[in-house]
């Protein structure tokens, strides 16, 4: 990792540089420069370990550790998951190339019929999901991967990391299975977050080894539905945000209205700018010494992905024709995600890797490697422009993608995307193990209607600078930047 010219504190890491500086008895000063950022005159070092090492005056230092992040997507088509699905995870989640995260997004999971969008939740086919991709991670250490770490809401099946010993109010405690004997614990991996929406699903994993040496905390969820009407969940987006140590994360997996016609990239386009306005993570009042970001740009590092739907805006038969050629190049000149955020419209200032596969979307059918719609022909069978359809960007320093590629399972009539990107997170250290520096408790979990019980509320007495930099952080975050357009109402099939 390499790091050049002067270390700089980002504002979200001088609240707990401030906080730290109190706790030690010194006073908090802003640095003279420009008001928004805090510079260390100091100079860093490596330690024996290649981490980054920025000291403090007490002893302490910040250390960035390196962190690898897999993100992958699949629209599986309203398919449930089956047994033999296995080498075709194998084959989505690289194992040979492991990470420390896995955030996997899924759209579809329950096909998107009347009865499924404006019905009950059902949580049969994200147990299924989370069951497969368990034991599929953890295949060669025979142990379980949902545990009571996992709290699981009584009304759906959203899971989240506890964290802690406080007790929320309707939790229950789940296993889904028991190791049938021990093997290696650093391959472990946990099941950190799960939320579903409709056909929307989202599921974080962690190695259970980094569960011990660093801090995890404030794991939160969200969902926004805007599809039909603009409130229905056949459309939208379901996130997750969490905090390691001195970072903050943000996953969101998304999928957006379908159709090739010209302005359907608007819809899609708007729906970006909804799920930006109306994600939210509160925060509570006995947490506020632990300020999280609330909203999705609020963060450190930001993962979108999921079923975008953006399409190449060029006739079908030349289309095709670049697919056969390998002409990726000049097949993305014609792409609407990317024209969408070079004209400002959407994404702006966020990142993509260089895409060197084939169009993703739509297959004729889950056992061909034939695009629907072309020759031959089968009977009834729609036409649909080969497309980028599935893919994922990130926003936030600090980030590096070392791979993106798509798997070539069959399952469905779109073929998995995944990247694997190389980030740090932020950890403070004493000299002193008895020394007081930054806690980061975890806060309440993000389930609408849900209280926390046996948690008393703080006093106010936080000091006047420190609140005043937080409000000013939070009232300087960017907005999200989109080209509304016209809104069409009606859904097409996608």
Known sequence: MEFKGKLVARPRRCRKWFKWRRREGRDPHLSDGEGDEWDNDGEGEFSKDGDFVLPTESGSCIQNNEFRVFVGTWNVAGRSPLGSLDVDLDDWLNLKDSADIYVLGFQEIVPLKAKNVVGAEDEVPAHKWNTLIGRTLNKKCGCPWLTPLVHRSSSNDDYWYEGSSYNFENAKPVVIDQPSEPRS?????KLMASKKMVGAFISVWMKKELLKKYCVSNVKLCSVACGIMGYLGNKGAVSVSMSIEG???CFIAAHLASGEKTGDELRRNHQVSEIFRRTSFPRARENDDNPHPR???????IFWF?????RLCLE???ARKLVQDKDWRALQEFDQLRKERESGGVFQGWREGSIEFAPTYKYSSPNRNRYSGGFPSRSGEKIRTPAWCDRILWCGKGVKQLSYFRSESKFSDHRPVSALFSTHIEVIKSADPTANIISLPPTIPPLHHQTISGISQEAEGKT?????LVQDIEASAPRATTSLGSWLSSEQDS
Request: glycine content about 8%.
């Open 185 to 189: 614990f650093s391959n472990e991996y």
């Open 247 to 249: 970072t903050s994360f």
């Open 295 to 301: 909203t999705i740009l609020g963060h450190d590092r």
């Open 306 to 310: 999921g079923d975008l739907n953006y």
């Open 316 to 318: 079908d038969s030349l």
């Open 464 to 468: 006047t600078l420190l609140k005043l």
